[in-house]
């Protein structure tokens, strides 16, 4: 009677089993740049707080707008208006408004990235982070690495069957890694963001700014299993 391998997930003597590890990491260029946009305002009353808040923020939408296909995504995230209190005296007293909106883009073109960050930082009370680079969910860098990874794999466990004086039969199992420790769309990789702040002025004008891409890192690893010929030991 012959031994069925698929009941013993260690194989036996007949059918023996290779498990091991493929691994790759690539280097690629990044295909979006995300900025977040903060816009502030204050008065003395709510409703200057308001309308300079609108104004101000209205500036902002249209000067990104204005970069067509260059944006490919603009979103307003979160929006406050708060009473300063007076820090002495019994009774409260609001001495002034503060009004802040936060926005975000992420643009493709990364020569248009900028110009408009300068742009942003040169419009009053205005305060731009960024740019975090990083890759679409679809980057086709993505689907390379997993094709590395398992190509790295197969060559691991031929070796090992060649010092056996063994073959490759059949692949028993392969398991993505990736599927436990994805990232979030958007997060920044290990060495994969690069972050600056610019606030303007009234003083000073638009200063050029010259942003780098950095490079993204993608890694994938798969485990595999493989049936081997009976080694000649």
Do not use: C
């Amino acid at each position: 009677m012959t031994q069925d391998a698929t009941h013993h997930p260690y194989g036996t003597p007949d059918v023996p089993r290779v498990a091991v590890r493929g691994e790759a990491r690539l280097e690629v260029d990044p295909e979006i740049a995300r900025i977040g946009i903060t816009v502030d305002a204050r008065g003395t009353d709510r409703r200057t707080a308001l309308d300079d808040l609108t104004r101000r923020n209205n500036a902002a939408l249209d000067l990104i707008k204005s970069y067509g296909d260059a944006v490919e995504k603009l979103e307003t995230g979160t929006f406050s208006i708060t009473p300063e209190l007076t820090r002495h005296g019994r009774t409260e007293r609001i001495r002034a408004y503060t009004g802040r909106v936060h926005l975000t883009a992420e643009l493709s073109d990364f020569t248009a990235l900028g110009e408009l960050t300068t742009r942003l930082a040169d419009l009053e009370l205005t305060h731009v982070d960024g740019p975090w680079w990083t890759l679409r969910p679809t980057s086709p860098a993505h689907g390379e690495a997993r094709r590395q990874a398992v190509l790295e794999a197969v060559q691991r466990a031929r070796e090992y069957a060649d010092a056996l004086g063994a073959q490759l039969a059949a692949l028993v199992e392969l398991a993505d890694l990736d599927a436990e420790n994805a990232s979030p769309y958007g997060a920044p990789a290990g060495g994969g963001m690069r972050t600056m702040a610019f606030s303007a002025t009234e003083d000073t004008g638009p200063a050029p700014l010259d942003l780098e891409p950095q490079r993204q890192t993608v890694h994938a690893q798969v485990n595999a299993r493989f049936t081997m010929t009976p080694p000649r030991l």
